[in-house]
Nanobody, 116 residues
């Protein structure tokens, strides 16, 4: 059974930074492309970053230049470094396989709240 556990969220001021972690168990995530998603209040979940098995990355326009996705295959963990945070980045952040792949069961997510 694949389990994804996200952590690292919190309350941060406008312009601040957070680093999110996604630990996978039950499978070696290093063999899969991985993505970070966020779900803002009242909105659909959207993919904001994606990393391939080779380390290639892609970002939604809304976070490009501010967010960085990375992975540590030895730790079976994917990270999302978020800088220059804005209130519109507020939401619950999840990791999983990219939207075009068969996703694993969703974790509980980690809440990110950016204040003015």
């Amino acid at each position: 059974q694949v389990q994804l556990v996200e952590s690292g969220g919190g309350l941060v001021q406008f312009g601040g930074s957070l680093r999110l972690s996604c630990a996978a168990s039950g499978i070696s995530s290093s063999g899969y492309d991985m993505g970070w998603y966020r779900q803002a209040p009242g909105k659909q979940r959207e993919q904001v970053a994606h990393i391939t098995t080779a380390g290639g990355t892609n970002y939604a326009d809304s976070v490009k230049g501010r967010f960085t996705i990375s992975r540590d295959n030895a730790e079976n963990t994917v990270y999302l470094q978020m800088n220059s945070l804005k209130p519109e980045d507020t939401g619950v952040y999840y990791c999983n396989r990219p939207w075009w792949s068969a996703r694993w069961p969703w974790g509980q997510g980690t809440q990110v709240t950016v204040s003015q």
